[in-house]
């Protein structure tokens, strides 16, 4: 417990220090990773702890951000609030958005809540390029951040701090939203819903409520989202910011409070560091998910949560050469991994195959991993399928010595249990 | 005998599509009996907990909880009247502590339903009142345990707990000893008695034995209708009940 406060305390010292370290570039990113942290969390009330999946919080995002816009243009430019209180006008749009949405998409659930979500979510996604009026057709709709109470809001290391006392604040009500009887009856409806009609609640009532408050949420990220921009345009309601909130959330792990917010946070530094690097970045973004899901179910947040179990049980020192082998077999895996897609990528491209056919002579070399790799030698392909069998079977070796730690673990807790029986004079 | 009845049923139907399951039900229950329902299976017993409960709507007929039309009510609101019930299957909250549970069950009264601006913590009396209830159950040493951990017996425990939990004027229980051991139909059994000591208790089994020990009057229930209605040893000696129920069992 006072492990895990320490650890908070130095997340926040350095999410502080941010600016002063980080170049004008990260720091973008880095605003970026906040406002998808707090829209994550706002997804994963509903979803993780009220059992809701919803497959289109893009909605409740981008009406956040619109309703911004809206706002800082307000009184000819002059604002309805001063800039550090305009994600107010987001979270009332969203919790306005969440209610009258919620009160329909909670009428039922499992599969036919996720897609009334989605068609809801579609639905203005298809409308809103037709009302010009209130999401600027193709254009968008864009503004300027106001001074306020002396300061310019002109840097990004202002609107970083802005967005960071925003986040803050959002995750520190969602905690403790959690702990309070709306929060606790949030659990009971993802574990059963039924029981708690038959308790005497009314199921319909707390679930739109649970809903309208993770609109809120989302609309708060999506005003963040919009005070950076200076602007806002339709696409925002896109479907793909409905799955990317989702997968983030779900990378990071939805049983574990701050869980989504990892996963989102990694998640955009990932896009931010690969979508430069390689035009496969979405591919691997995918492979990632589909990983998790199978292999992590729990996300990164329970992964870190099921080892510093294990060790604390087993102690580092028994833990350590399978860690260090899971380690071994995952960076061959990966380096195995990118290197057949990167290579798969550029041979099949327009620009080599244009090359080819120019060079007139055979297939020229092509440059993967700073250096030159000849498409038809046998190595080129060898080098990528053996770290591929090697990284399987050094994954094969971690998990048979994983497992008979474990194995060994149950035979000494049976012998205990045993020689206790007997101490008690039990057969 | 001659209270008022607490929950009475007048004429009750229900049928499923042209199938009439309860075909024109009778009964009464006075404050602080213990009254069991027995029948044959497909008799209907669990259909009648189901509209007495909330569950499904009657066709036609009256269901009075404490002088107060309740048929065709949804669930949550018969339970706010003061009927609570358990399920045949195990039916709790599974990903949540024991203590959760109870929580969960004991807040209800309190009116907390929609409070986002305390901590549930704050609230010492639903705290307090959990703990009674894991007390009475004999679940204090489970209650940081999962639910879904707990061995069958304990959440049959946990279950009557949470019935328990809203103090209800009318507690039924469906089958609370289904599938278990001697030893844990015994166990369950006295800790029934104990708990619904002055309550009022309608109960569906089929153990015969702890129906004749725990009921204080029987209500036989064959093919949609109350055949009988009586003590113990009324019951035992009705001639149409050992036809109709009674003696299909002991053919076997």
Redesign the interface.
Same mark, same amino acid.
Do not use: C, H
């Given at each position: 417990m006072k492990i895990r406060r320490l650890l908070l305390l130095a997340a926040i010292i350095g999410l502080v220090l941010v600016p002063v370290l980080l170049s004008q570039s990260l720091i973008n990113a880095a605003i970026q990773m906040l406002i998808a942290s707090l829209f994550a969390c706002a997804f994963s009330l509903l979803c993780g702890q009220g059992g809701m999946l919803s497959f289109g919080h893009a909605a409740y995002f981008g009406v956040g951000a619109f309703a911004t816009v809206h706002a800082m243009n307000a009184f000819g430019g002059a604002g309805l609030l001063p800039t550090p209180f305009l994600p107010l006008v987001g979270a009332a749009m969203g919790l306005v958005v969440g209610l009258i949405a919620g009160w329909f998409a909670t009428k039922r659930t499992g599969v036919y809540f996720a897609m009334i979500t989605l068609a809801l979510a579609e639905l203005l996604y298809a409308l809103a390029p037709h009302i010009k009026g209130w999401f600027g057709g193709e254009a968008g709709v864009s503004s300027m951040r106001m001074p306020a109470f002396g300061l310019s809001f002109g840097s990004n290391t202002q609107v970083y701090y802005l967005t960071l006392a925003w986040v803050l604040v959002s995750l520190g009500l969602l905690y403790?939203?959690t702990?309070?009887?709306?929060? &606790? $009856?949030t659990?009971?409806l &993802?574990?059963?819903a039924?029981? $708690?009609?038959? $308790?005497?609640?009314?199921?319909h &009532?707390?679930s739109v $409520?649970v809903f309208a408050?993770s609109a809120m949420f989302s609309g708060i990220a999506g005003s963040l989202q919009a005070l950076n921009m200076e602007a806002a345009n339709y696409v925002i309601f896109d479907l793909q910011g409905s799955a990317e909130v989702l997968l983030n959330s779900f990378i990071g792990g939805v049983t574990v409070f701050l869980g989504p917010a990892l996963g989102a946070a990694l998640m955009t530094f990932f896009g931010y560091l690969v979508s430069d690097m390689t035009h496969a970045w979405l591919l691997y973004k995918g492979l990632l998910f589909v990983v998790v899901m199978l292999f992590i179910p729990r996300g990164i947040a329970g992964l870190v949560q099921s080892v510093t179990a294990d060790i604390r049980r087993q102690g580092l020192a028994r833990m350590a050469p399978s860690m260090a082998l899971y380690v071994a077999a995952s960076i061959l895996l990966m380096a195995g991994t990118v290197y057949l897609v990167e290579m798969l990528q550029r041979f099949f491209s327009q620009d080599y195959r244009s090359l080819a056919a120019l060079n007139g002579k055979g297939w020229p070399p092509i440059a993967v991993f700073g250096s030159h790799w000849a498409p038809t030698s046998v190595l080129t392909w060898a080098a990528p399928i053996l770290a591929l069998i090697a990284g399987l079977a050094v994954l094969r070796l971690a998990h048979a010595r994983w497992t008979s730690i474990l194995e060994n673990e149950e035979g000494v807790q049976t012998l205990l249990a045993r020689d206790s029986a007997a101490a008690r004079g039990q057969p | 005998m001659n209270r008022m009845p607490i929950l009475s049923l007048r004429d009750v139907h229900k049928s499923f599509g042209q199938t009439p399951i309860i075909r024109g039900v009778d009964l009464d229950i006075v404050p602080g009996e213990r009254h069991a329902l027995i029948g044959p299976n497909g008799a209907g017993k669990s259909t009648l907990f189901h509209l007495i *409960?909330g #569950?499904i709507a009657p066709t036609r007929g009256k269901i009075d909880l404490d002088g107060r039309p309740i048929q065709g009510l @949804?669930? #949550? #609101?018969v339970?706010?009247l003061g009927l609570?019930?358990s399920?045949q299957i195990t039916? +709790? !909250? @599974?990903?949540?502590t024991v203590f959760?549970n109870l929580?969960?069950?004991a807040?209800? @009264?309190y009116g907390? #339903?929609? +409070? !986002?601006?305390?901590?549930?913590?704050t609230?010492r009396r639903i705290t307090a009142q959990v703990e009674q209830l894991l007390e009475q159950v004999r679940l204090q040493a489970r209650a940081d345990t999962l639910a879904s951990e707990l061995s069958y017996s304990e959440q049959r425990s946990l279950e009557i707990a949470?019935t328990l939990? *809203?103090d209800p004027k009318v507690i039924m229980l469906d089958e609370p000893m289904a599938g278990m051991s001697n030893e844990e139909t015994d166990y369950t059994l006295a800790l029934i008695r104990e708990v619904t000591q002055g309550r009022t208790l309608l109960i569906v089994e089929h153990d015969m034995n702890v129906v004749f020990t725990l009921g204080d009057r029987i209500s036989v229930l064959v093919y949609g209708r109350i055949i009988a209605t009586g003590t113990p040893d009324e019951i035992r000696n009705n001639g149409l009940v050992k036809e109709a129920y009674l003696g299909e069992e002991m053919a076997q």
């Open positions: 403790l939203f702990l309070t009887p709306l929060g &606790r $009856l659990l009971g &993802r574990e059963n039924r029981r $708690l009609s038959f $308790l005497g609640y009314d199921v &009532r707390v $409520l408050i | *409960s #569950q @949804p669930a #949550q #609101q339970n706010r609570a019930r399920f039916n +709790v !909250f @599974p990903g949540l959760e929580r969960l069950a807040m209800r @009264p907390l #339903q929609y +409070v !986002f601006w305390t901590l549930i913590k609230r949470m939990a *809203s």
